[in-house]
């Protein structure tokens, strides 16, 4: 009862703390990741706190990202993923590039999501040719746990295999024609 009072205390003062300056921000992320440590399920509910805002600098984007996948439970999967979705739209690539490798994360931790993450995928991948690269490892991810879930095809069909040219993405794209030559 001890400790369901203290985590009480100290989840609504975290919460009032997320909207203060970006500063405040990140180092209050950063004590929470370790708090989730020990308590895991201590903000298990209040995941919107941690939305990622147009208006927040990189390093409070990357550090909110972060922890919106360590609260990701097979409840809220469908939420995080809505709002990861959100956050491709984002001007920053290297930001966006973090967020396709979440959405692959989120496919590992949550089975009922990751056929909606892997169409989601195909569809950015249409959407901003530019991240080919991310999305192809992002999909090699996917595709080691769920092989059923291959896109490479279709990613290969709208984009061109010449498309890819970061090396980590030539791997990736190498192991699935390679691993998946027969369905492809």
Known sequence: ELVAQCTQRITSALLSFTKAEPETQFIVCKNITA????????????????????????????EKLNLMLKLTTTDNASAVLKELQEATNEVDVMFVKEVVSAIAKVALKV????????????????????????????????????????????LIRDNGADAVGEEEAKVSFVWMLGEFCDFI
């Open 35 to 62: 708090l989730l440590a020990m308590f895991p399920g201590l903000l298990a509910k209040n995941l919107d706190a941690f939305y990622i805002r147009y208006n927040d600098p990189a390093y409070v984007k990357l």
């Open 111 to 154: 089975e009922a999501v990751a056929p909606h993450c892997a169409q989601f995928l195909q569809q950015l991948a249409n959407r901003r040719p530019e991240l080919l690269p991310a999305i192809l490892n992002a999909s090699k991810n996917i595709v080691r746990k769920y092989p059923q879930l291959l896109i490479l095809d279709a």
